[in-house]
């Protein structure tokens, strides 16, 4: 079976290691799989380092990019051209800008044909998945509204399977946004090597060196980054007891510079160390004692999967898929939510987000429970094999419809 997937980029992320990961694993006796990936703007890591060491090499349109463009054209005629070639029987896009492109394209290749004439057009499956979705907090109302139609359109013309990384995210892509007939849904999980994860030593006593917490991730406007900051300073200011928390920030992109501003103005320069692009995450997470998210908005974040797997408590705002790796409520505090897994809060929530931080720097035990409970969780449910023989049975079940 030939597999044509496609990723608008390869930028650090989740999505570029899944795209890859499934590229790799589902190139075999079985199937034949061809990678297309756009370019990485200026301001953004790139992780062709990992398609390297994966042995993958991509087919890169230099044209595809992350905003819609007059070069979309291109792109579209680039990749119906490269069908023209491999003569997929399912194509496979990943994140909305290749999600709209690559479906499009395989439109035209599966319809535009002479023997369409007699009733038969190309055989091919179009798949879609979400990693996350920018159906809020990303775009103003009147381009959310455009992208929400074009979704909906696409679904209902030019997808046979959506792919949904937790049931959250179907509940919201399905039953809040309206796109696509829920029998099209699939939710496939995320899966990683956890192999890397597995070996982080587990973290020496706090005693006097304070919490040392961990961000994992992209600096952008969709991880809102200044909430986890103003919380770190409104834990040092409310909090005697324990000596201030320790931040490290793992990752790049477009607001450094005003992150560093912020770090000055709230006085948190001697807390907060910003490491960069970081390829051995497991080193972040072998040196940190909890591991934050403050997104506004998110599908599965890879970040928390790899520290539950390393075995750290994990401490976010409960959006999109991350409702779905805390679990259950088990009991209510003072602005954050102790679940089975992790400590949850409200989007926005600042004073919530510190109390969050100063009760896990107290409670040893509630630290080493939530741990155990995450990291036999994700060891079940989100290796990378598991995710392969998901799709493999995905794109099965659609070679005998």
């Not at 998945?129 to 929400?148: D, E, I, P, W």
């Not at 892509?173 to 994860?197: A, H, K, M, S």
């Amino acid at each position: 079976m030939k597999v044509l997937r496609m990723i608008a980029r390869l930028n650090v992320g989740g999505p570029a290691r899944h795209v890859l990961w499934l590229t790799k694993g589902l190139d075999n006796d079985r199937f034949r799989s061809r990678l297309i990936a756009g370019t990485v703007p200026p301001g953004e890591e790139d992780m062709a380092y990992l398609a390297e060491q994966l042995e993958v090499k991509p087919a890169y349109i230099r044209e595809m990019s992350r905003e819609l463009s007059p070069r979309d054209i291109i792109s579209l005629f680039k990749i119906y051209r490269e069908m023209r070639r491999f003569s997929p029987d399912v194509v496979h896009t990943h994140t909305a800008k290749a999600g709209t492109v690559g479906r499009v394209a395989a439109f035209v290749y599966k319809w535009f044909t002479p023997a369409v004439l007699v009733g038969r057009p190309r055989r091919v499956h179009v798949v879609h998945t979400f990693h996350g979705h920018v159906f809020h907090s990303y775009y103003g109302q009147a381009k959310t509204r455009l992208f929400l139609f074009i979704e909906r359109m696409l679904a209902r013309f030019a997808t046979d399977r959506i792919v949904v990384i937790s049931q959250q995210q179907f509940e919201e892509i399905n039953g809040t946004f309206r796109v696509g007939r829920p029998e099209q849904f699939e939710i496939v999980p995320l899966g990683i090597d956890l192999d890397p994860f597995k070996k982080v030593p587990s973290p020496q006593p706090l005693s006097e060196r304070g919490l040392v917490t961990a961000f994992v991730g992209r600096l952008t406007e969709i991880k809102n980054l200044p909430m986890l900051l103003k919380a770190a300073a409104k834990y040092k200011e409310l909090d005697g007891e324990t000596p201030a928390p320790r931040l490290l920030i793992a990752g790049s992109g477009s607001l450094r510079e005003s992150l560093e501003r912020t770090v000055l103005d709230l006085t948190l320069n001697e807390n907060v160390t910003f490491l960069g692009n970081v390829e051995d995450t497991s080193a972040v997470y072998a040196d940190c004692d909890v591991v934050a998210l403050t997104s506004l908005n998110e599908g599965t974040p890879l970040s928390l999967i790899e520290a539950m797997a390393a075995g750290r408590p994990v401490i976010a705002t409960t959006v999109g898929g991350v409702a779905d790796l805390l679990g259950q409520i088990i009991e209510e505090k003072d602005g954050f939510d102790i679940h089975e897994r992790g400590i949850g809060v409200a989007s926005g929530n600042v004073a919530g987000f510190a109390n969050g931080l100063r009760y896990l720097a107290k409670n040893e035990r509630l630290r080493e429970m939530l741990a155990d409970n995450a990291r036999a969780f994700v060891i079940e449910n989100y290796s990378k094999d598991r995710l392969i023989n998901d799709i493999s049975r995905l794109y099965d079940s659609l070679a005998e419809k």
